[in-house]
């Protein structure tokens, strides 16, 4: 679960409690005001997943803003990272 540290360390230290083989999944707060406060994944997001030894990257469909598509669903291809919308 995010805490105050954000995206990056939680996958750090999901990826560090499940011996590398955590599956991250990105949604949003049930009352997430996305005026100030926009749920964002992207390229680096990936760059700490494949660190962290996660291979899967499930996130809330039409909830999550996905940062340089090309770039990061490229990346994901090449390093065999699934990324999954529920």
């Known amino acids: ?3 105050v540290e954000g995206t990056n360390e939680t996958i750090k230290r ?3 409690l499940c011996n590398r083989k955590a599956v991250v999944c990105k949604a949003a707060r049930a009352k ?3 005026r100030f406060d ?3 994944i992207g ?3 990936l760059l700490v997943l494949k ?3 996660c291979s899967t990257l499930a996130v809330e469909s039409h909830k999550i803003f996905l940062v340089d598509k090309v770039k990061t669903v490229r990346y994901a291809d090449d390093n065999k990272i699934a ?3 529920l």
């Open 32 to 34: 997430q005001d996305n």
């Open 43 to 45: 390229f680096e997001t």
């Open 51 to 53: 660190e962290s030894g």
């Open 38 to 40: 926009i749920p964002v």
């Open 1 to 3: 679960m995010e805490a």
């Open 14 to 16: 999901g990826g560090t």
């Open 83 to 85: 990324i999954i919308g």
